[in-house]
DNA sequence: ACCTGAACACCGTTCAAGT
DNA sequence: ACCTGAACACCGTTCAAGT
C-alpha cells in the first residue's frame, strides 16, 4: 500500500499528499519524530525538498494533516452512556492516543487547532461537549468544560513528550534528593512532600486527574 | 543598575551572568521574546556568541534562569487563609504571571521543571501543597494536587502563547462559521454548540477551570 | 581563566527558472 | 501543472586557538 522507497525502477516523477503522509509515517516511525524535517522527507520520497509546498502549506499543516490522516484509521473506543463517565473516557482515549504520537505535541497547543481537525478526530470533542450537555450544562458551560479538559491534556502531553524526548544520557535527578538544600524554614510544605516528589512525578495521575476536574466541573454552579 | 548598553569608552572585556540576563530582558523588552537567540544576546553584550557558553550552559538553562531571575523581582501575592481559596489564589498568581512571560512556555514544560527553580520561584508549589495539606490531603495526594494543577496551568499558558505569538496577518477564522461543513448528523453536540464556540474560546476561562478544578480535587476521595 | 572566530550540522521557506 | 536547485536568512553548539 504506501510505496516502500525509492529504489524501484525508473523513479516516480509525483508525489501526492497521500504519498507524503505515508513517507512521513515510515521516517517516524524508522527514525523518529524528531527527524522529520522537510528535507529528509523530500530525501525519502526522492523529490526535491521544494516539491513538498505544493501539496503542504508549511510545517505545521504537514503534522495537522498527520494527525488528522492518524486519526481517521484509529478505532474511536465505545463511550459510556453516563455523562460524566463518558467525558472521562473519552478524555483518557484522546490522553492515551496523544501519548502513543509524541510528533503531535508541537501542534496540539497551536491556535485554533480543534478547528482545524478533521470529523475522525473531532469525535472526542463532540463526546465531551455531549457529556456536559446531557449532565446539564448550558451550551456555554459545555464549551468551558471542554476546553478546561483540553488544557489539562495539553499540559500532560507536551510534559510528556518532553520528557521521553529527552537524550537518555542525563537522567537529570528528580529522584528521592529532590528539592535539596531547600530550606524546610521558608518552604514548610514541600519539605514536608519531599520525600514523595520524586516517586508521585513518575507515576501517571492523567486519569485521575481528569476524574477530580470533570467532577468539579459538572457539580452545579461550579463553572460560571 | 543594568548596564545600559555597549556603547561606552571601552567596551567591557568581560561579561557575568547578571549581565547576561539584564541583557536578555532588555533584548526582549525591546525586540519580543522571539528575537532571544544566543547570537544576538552576544551582540547585544558586545562579545563573542561563544562567550555565554561560559555563564550558561545552554539555551534551555538561560530560559530557567531567567525565568529564576525574573521571579525574584516579582512580588508575591497576599493568600487567603482558607486552603481551598489559597490554593487557588496561588494558581491564578502563577497563571497571571507566567501569561505576561511569553518566552517562558517553552521552557515551562520541561521535564523536571519545578526542581530546577529557585527558592523566590517556589513559594507558589509550597502554597498550593501547603493549601491541599491543610484541607487534609495526605502527603502523596498534595503532591497530585499539584501535578493537577500545573498540568492545566502549562495547557492554559502554551496556548496563550502559541496565539500571542501568531503574526496577525492571518487572524484565523475562529469565529461565528467555526466548523463549517460540519455534519449535524455525526458530531450532534458540537453542532449545538458551534454558535458559542467562537465567543467562548475568545474567554479567559482559566479562573473558573481551576475553581472546578480544586473543586473536585478537594473533595474526599476524588483523587486516589 | 576567559574569550574568540571559524566551522559543523543543520533548519524552513522563497523564488526564478525549467519541463 | 508540476517540479527543481540555488539561495536566503537564519539556528545552537563544538573546538582548537588565542590572550
Redesign the pocket.
Known amino acids: 500500500m504506501a510505496p516502500s522507497s525509492s529504489s524501484r525502477a525508473g523513479r516516480p516523477?509525483?508525489?501526492s499528499r497521500e504519498a507524503i503522509l505515508a513517507a512521513a509515517r515510515g521516517l517516524i516511525a524508522r527514525e523518529g519524530w524528531q527527524?522529520?524535517?522537510?528535507?529528509?522527507l523530500?530525501a525519502e520520497l526522492?523529490?526535491?525538498?521544494?516539491?513538498l509546498?505544493?501539496?503542504v502549506r508549511?510545517?505545521?499543516d504537514l503534522v495537522i494533516q498527520l494527525l488528522n490522516d492518524q486519526a481517521a484509521r484509529t478505532a474511536r473506543p465505545e463511550l459510556p452512556g453516563d455523562p460524566h463517565e463518558r467525558i472521562i473516557a473519552a478524555g483518557i482515549a484522546v490522553h492515551d492516543t496523544l501519548a502513543r504520537w509524541p510528533w503531535a505535541a508541537e501542534v496540539v497547543a497551536t491556535d485554533g487547532f480543534i478547528v482545524r481537525l478533521g470529523e475522525p478526530a473531532l469525535w472526542m470533542v463532540d463526546a465531551i461537549v455531549g457529556g456536559a450537555l446531557d449532565a446539564g450544562c448550558t451550551q456555554a458551560e459545555a464549551v468551558v468544560v471542554f476546553r478546561s479538559v483540553w488544557y489539562y491534556t495539553v499540559g500532560e502531553i507536551i510534559v510528556r513528550a518532553r520528557t521521553a524526548d529527552r537524550p537518555s544520557d542525563a537522567p537529570r535527578a528528580v529522584d528521592a534528593d529532590s528539592f535539596t538544600g531547600l530550606d524546610p524554614e521558608r518552604l514548610p510544605h514541600l519539605a514536608a512532600v519531599r520525600g514523595e516528589w520524586g516517586r508521585e512525578s513518575a507515576r501517571d495521575t492523567y486519569a485521575e486527574g481528569l476524574r477530580a476536574f470533570v467532577g468539579g466541573l459538572l457539580d452545579r454552579g461550579r463553572v460560571r
Chains 1, 2 share one sequence.
Open positions: 516523477p509525483r508525489t527527524r522529520l524535517t522537510f528535507r529528509r523530500a526522492g523529490v526535491g525538498t521544494t516539491t509546498y505544493h501539496h508549511d510545517r505545521e
